[in-house]
Structure formats: C-alpha cells, structure tokens
C-alpha cells in the first residue's frame, strides 16, 4: 500500500458490525461454564454500573473480560478462543457484517486509499469476523490484553485519545482523511479527520455531534436497526 495514500479510519462496532462484538464474544465466554455465569453476577453490583459512563468504562468491561478468561493467561489463548467463538457462530455473526458498511471499505480498498480498522475489541476478533467477507487482511488496531489475576485483562484499551496514540504507533502517522464512527468515544479520531462521517449513532448523541462536529459533516445510517442517521439505500 502506497504510504502517502490518503488514510481511512473505520471504526468496527456500530460501524461495520451491527452490535458490540466484544460484548458477544465475553458474553459466551462467561457462559461457558455455569460457575462464571455465577462469578459474574457476583461482581455485576459493582462493574455493571461503571460500563454506562465513559470515565469508568474501561474498568466496568475488565471485570466482565476476566470473569470470561480466567484460566487462560496469554495473549494467543485468548486468540484461539476468539476464533473458536467466531467459527462456531458464523451463522448469527455474519448477519451482523452491514453490507454498505462494507461496500464502503471496499470501494476505499479499491480507490487505493491507506485503510485501516481502530476498534476497542482484541483486534483478533475484528480479524476474524471480517474473513467472513474476505478483508480479514484489513489492517486492525485494537485493545492490547496480557495476563492478569489469573485471567486476561486490558493491558492498552483502544479507546478515546488512545485510540489515536495506538494508530500512530502501529505506523499510522498520516493525517487522517476520513474516519468512519458511531461513537462519542471516538471524538478524537473524528475531530482528528479531514472529513469525519458519523455513522449509525445513538439518536441522542446526534445533536452534541452536529454541535462539535464542523458544519455538514454526514450523519448517515447504514442499515442500524435502532439506531440515528440519514439512512442510505
């Protein structure tokens, strides 16, 4: 890929993917086995709250993340297990891949642009699911985990301003010409592009995005049952 291409950001969850891929995946994790079914409504008092605010969130979907791996204490395992999760779901996972999501990445693939997937899911999962529609060789940057109490943990969450630390460090230094998110997490990343694009947004973000947003910046839905935005055919 031509390094001086103009560089293309997606988000994954609520962008390419109708829903929240990490939360699918760490739900099946913990319902794997009925005494981490039991773990995580012991600490659910404690982390649930935390996962609905922004400054917390982080710390809410750790406790859920090492209730669903505790046993596995590396990196890779938690890859084999992504990829097991992700084959045997394919059925109810390749639904969820939105289709002019996905002709839009294509159509930037096509036009040569530098483009790459940010997402705060284990970048492996985002690898996995987009195979099903053969972009698995999509650049992904995604949340770092490591061991931790027995589990898997978080080490760097690619979210909100490190988000954008991590795509610098993974090589991605240009100024960003277009990014793609749903998100108020991704302020950063969309106030960072030349030409951000909202996409499928929560109806009551969509006025603080038109305020920090500048002037005509596309607020579109591209096939997000219940969700905001201009829908597109």
């Known amino acids: 890929m031509d390094e001086g ?3 293309v950001v997606f988000d994954f969850d609520h ?7 990490g939360s ?21 008092p404690l982390f649930g709250p935390m996962v609905a605010f922004l400054p917390t969130r982080r710390v ?14 590396r990196p ?26 996905l002709d839009v990445l294509h159509r930037h693939r096509e036009a040569g642009d530098r483009v790459v997937v940010a997402t705060g899911a284990p970048p492996e999962l985002a690898r996995a699911i987009l195979a099903f529609v053969a972009h698995q060789d999509v650049p992904v940057v995604g949340t770092q985990v490591g ?3 027995g589990g898997i943990g978080a080490t760097r969450h690619c979210h909100y301003e490190m988000k954008m630390t991590m795509l610098r460090e993974a090589g991605f230094t240009a100024p960003v010409a277009i990014a793609y998110s749903d998100s108020s997490a991704d302020l950063p ?5 030349r030409k951000p694009v909202v996409v499928n947004p ?21 096939g997000c049952a219940g969700r905001a935005g201009e829908p597109v055919a």
Do not use: C
């Open 5 to 7: 291409a103009p560089l």
């Open 15 to 21: 962008t390419l993917y109708d829903g929240d891929s």
């Open 24 to 44: 699918h995946l760490f739900r099946w994790l913990i319902q794997r086995s009925w005494w981490r079914m039991v773990l995580a409504l012991l600490i659910a």
């Open 60 to 73: 809410g979907i750790s406790g859920f993340v090492w209730a669903g791996t505790i046993g596995l204490h």
């Open 76 to 101: 890779r395992d938690l890859d084999a297990e992504i990829d097991r999760y992700v084959a045997l779901h394919g059925g109810q996972i390749r639904p969820r891949l939105l289709p002019i999501a």
């Open 147 to 149: 061991p931790r109490l």
């Open 189 to 193: 990343l969309l106030l960072a592009a």
């Open 202 to 222: 929560k109806a009551g973000r969509v006025a603080m995005f038109r305020k920090v947003l500048p002037a005509g910046t596309p607020i579109l839905n591209w």
